[in-house]
């Protein structure tokens, strides 16, 4: 079955700080996405990757970057962290194929 | 762009009832539909996949598309207390990305 694992699980960061979120997968799928997760807004995306070096933006990259070092690897990086970002942030895999994503446990971020 | 709305936002059943949650969508050319459980503070997994209008059963759970009336359902056979979670429609469009709704969070009482 599919492996995603996302760390920190909990990060508390200050205003203003950098807070980088990790996202490892053994999949070996291709495409990989960050998003986030706030009460009546559902899921929405942030950046995604088709493959190591690519990034691209998704529908609310604002304030976020990321990075795809290598096919198992995709970071988001929030440079200067706003209280806005509190968040649950969860990482996905797909194939190039049915893409059918398969989400890690998330991060609960508290910026304060 | 792709909207997705899901209706209702909570829903309450009885264990061994049929749950039924639904999902509508704004544009009908997308052709790869899932639905997703979440239970609480964890991550989601995927419960049906489908591709084409009609029925799609994976165990007690059936995905029903109907593209024209721009309309994907899930129901739950006989729900049980460990059922209890957010359930979540997402369309996919076609650069893969996935467009979620906002969620149903279903309640399963015995």
């Known amino acids: 079955e599919a492996a995603v694992t996302q760390s920190p699980r909990n990060k508390v960061a200050v205003t203003g700080g950098k807070v980088t979120l990790s996202c490892n997968q053994t999949?070996?799928?291709?495409?990989m996405y960050w998003y986030r997760q706030d009460t009546g807004h559902g899921l929405r995306l942030i950046h995604y990757s088709y493959g190591a070096g690519s990034t691209e933006k998704g529908d609310i990259p604002d304030g976020y970057k990321a990075s795809r070092p290598s096919q198992e690897n995709f970071s988001l990086i929030l440079e200067l962290a706003t209280p806005s970002q509190t968040s649950v942030y969860f990482c996905?895999?797909?194939?190039?194929?049915?893409?059918?994503?398969?989400f890690g446990a998330g991060t609960r971020l508290s910026v304060l | 762009q792709q909207k997705v709305q899901q209706s209702p936002e909570s829903l309450t059943v009885s264990e061994g009832a049929m749950a039924s949650l639904n999902c509508t969508f704004s544009?009908?050319?997308?052709?790869?539909f899932r639905w997703y459980r979440q239970h609480s503070a964890k991550g989601l997994e995927v419960l049906v996949s489908?591709?084409?209008?009609g029925e799609k059963e994976e165990g007690r759970f059936t995905a029903h598309l109907n593209r024209a009336n721009l309309h994907v359902s899930l129901h739950i056979r006989e729900p049980q207390p460990s059922d209890s979670a957010v359930y979540l429609c997402a369309v996919v469009t076609g650069n893969y990305k996935y467009v979620f709704g906002a969620g149903t969070r279903l309640k399963v009482i015995a």
């Open positions: 996905a895999s797909g194939d190039d194929g049915q893409n059918t994503l398969y």
């Open positions: 999949n070996n799928h291709n495409n």
């Open positions: 489908i591709f084409s209008d």
């Open positions: 544009d009908g050319t997308s052709n790869n």
